[in-house]
Each structure stands twice: as structure tokens, then as C-alpha cells.
T-cell receptor
């Protein structure tokens, strides 16, 4: 069965500093990988996705993620965080990219931005 | 272009009652998935509907059932509510035949079971 691990429950970063959120997955084949963000009281917004091809993917709001098959990782990065980035971040894996399968999510990482 | 909408926003029920949650998919989408998000946890997949049939199901009991209508909207029904059913219920829509499509989420329905 597929699974996703987000090792960091909370991360605190100063505004303007760089950010890396970790995600490890367990999956038998080539996974479809996603990062979503959830602000308080809101639904999930897709930041970026990896299906195939270039292992470095660019997303919205200045985020990027790198797929490393050898490490079973899909870490999310941002070079300079803004106070508005404070939110809950979820990594997810799916069997397909076409929305034809349920996604498996990690437990999330809560990002706190210090002024 | 309206995104995924869900109703109601909040709901309070007591143990043993039944509840129905509703979801309208994003325009042009034909597939609806439901997720349960307990406090402090990631969303967990309940089931997915396509062409008015349940196509895939996660590890949830039969108390959780659903329906999809010809206009692609969907309902999630939960019978015999337990305290542990208190959660944010998220609906996501997608277009099944597009391999590069993704799931777009609604704002959710917050269910509290007392």
C-alpha cells in the first residue's frame, strides 16, 4: 500500500529565509506526486505536481519541488518565504494524475513564519 | 467559472443521527472524490464517484455511502454517527479522462458530532 511521510510536524522560518519541507513516499511504481497548501478554515490548494519528465517542478507562489527516485522523496522548497506562506502543507501520492484514483496524504507540516 | 462548492459549511449532529453533505464539482469535471480530515491530520480518501457509480473506496465502513447525480454533483451520507466522525469533509472534483488533470478541492463541510 502506498504511504506518505512528512517527518516535520511543525517548522518555524523567519520571513525572507529559505524553506524546505520534506516528503517521503512509499510506492511500488512511478508515483504521481502533489503538494497542497491549506490555510486555516480553507480547503486544499494545489501548489505543484509531478507526473513525469523533469524532476524539478515549478509551482505557484514561487514554490518548487524536486523528485528524487533514489531517495523516494519529493521535497518542497521556496527561496524566500513571506508571512502569507504560513499554513499547513500536505504532500500526496496517487496512482494516476488524471484524478481517477484517491490520493494518499501525509499528516502535514505546519509552517510558522517569524517576523 | 465556479470552483468546487460544498454545503453546508458547518453542521452539528448528535450520536446516532444521519447526515448528508453535498458537493458540486468544478465546471467541466465528471468525477467526485470525498475525503475526511480529522483535526490535525491529513485528508483520508473515503470514495470516488464517476458515471454515477462508486469506482474506488478507501478504508471506511459501510456507514459511509454516497451518490452521484446526472449533473455530476454528489452527496456523502453518514449513518449512525459516532463522535469520531467529527471532521472536515472535503470534496474534490476532476476530469477522469485527462491524464494530466488533478483533483480540485472545495472548502469543506465541518461536521461536529456531540
Amino acid at each position: 500500500a502506498q504511504s506518505v511521510t512528512q517527518p516535520d510536524i511543525h517548522i518555524t522560518v523567519s520571513e525572507g529565509a529559505s524553506l524546505e519541507l520534506r516528503c517521503n513516499y512509499s510506492y511500488g511504481a512511478t508515483p504521481y506526486l502533489f503538494w497542497y497548501v491549506q490555510s486555516p478554515g480553507q480547503g486544499l490548494q494545489l501548489l505543484l505536481k509531478y507526473f513525469s519528465g523533469d524532476t524539478l517542478v515549478q509551482g505557484i507562489k514561487g514554490f518548487e519541488a524536486e523528485f528524487k527516485r533514489s531517495q523516494s522523496s519529493f521535497n518542497l522548497r521556496k527561496p524566500s518565504v513571506h508571512w502569507s506562506d504560513a499554513a499547513e502543507y500536505f504532500c500526496a501520492v496517487g496512482d494516476s494524475g488524471g484524478g481517477a484514483d484517491g490520493l494518499t496524504f501525509g499528516k502535514g507540516t505546519h509552517l510558522i513564519i517569524q517576523p | 467559472d465556479a470552483g468546487v462548492t460544498q454545503s453546508p459549511t458547518h453542521l452539528i449532529k448528535t450520536r446516532g443521527q444521519q447526515v448528508t453533505l453535498r458537493c458540486s464539482p468544478k465546471s467541466g469535471h465528471d468525477t467526485v472524490s470525498w475525503y475526511q480530515q480529522a483535526l490535525g491530520q491529513g485528508p483520508q480518501f473515503i470514495f470516488q464517484y464517476y458515471e454515477e457509480e462508486e469506482r474506488q473506496r478507501g478504508n471506511f465502513p459501510d456507514r459511509f455511502s454516497g451518490h452521484q447525480f446526472p449533473n455530476y454533483s454528489s452527496e456523502l451520507n453518514v449513518n449512525a454517527l459516532l463522535l469520531g466522525d467529527s471532521a472536515l469533509y472535503l470534496c474534490a472534483s476532476s476530469l477522469r479522462t485527462v491524464s494530466t488533470d488533478t483533483q480540485y478541492f472545495g472548502p469543506g463541510t465541518r461536521l461536529t458530532v456531540l
